[in-house]
Nanobody, 117 residues
């Protein structure tokens, strides 16, 4: 069992920045991938960024490349999403997600990000 707790969401102006954090607890040993997804009302949850457990492999959605950076601190069991040059289209609920090597997946409760124009 893994628990994920997000924080750092809130209100930002267009062009501003926010940093999301996701603290993982429980059985996170072994290989895994951690991701950030986002979802707006009536739409599917979309992948924003991914990072492998080594921290060396990262992927981003085209819509956030060059603006968002995913990183992790193994000592703190925390993954971050630094969001710069925010746009109103980035407004969404952001979810932390982990895929374990055994195939199990877990979600956080989500954190709201609102970007005003």
């Amino acid at each position: 069992q893994v628990q994920l707790v997000e924080s750092g969401g809130g209100l930002a102006q267009a062009g501003g920045s926010l940093r999301l954090s996701c603290v993982a607890s429980g059985r996170t040993f072994g290989s895994y991938t951690m991701d950030w997804f986002r979802q707006t009302p009536g739409k599917e949850r979309d992948l924003v960024a991914s990072i492998r457990w080594t921290g060396r492999s990262k992927d981003y959605a085209d819509s956030v490349k060059g603006r968002f950076t995913i990183s992790k601190d193994n000592a703190k069991d925390t993954v971050y999403l630094q969001m710069n040059s925010l746009k109103p289209d980035d407004t969404a609920v952001y979810y932390c997600h982990i895929r374990l090597g055994d195939g199990n997946v877990y979600w956080g409760q989500g954190t709201q990000v609102t970007v005003s124009s």
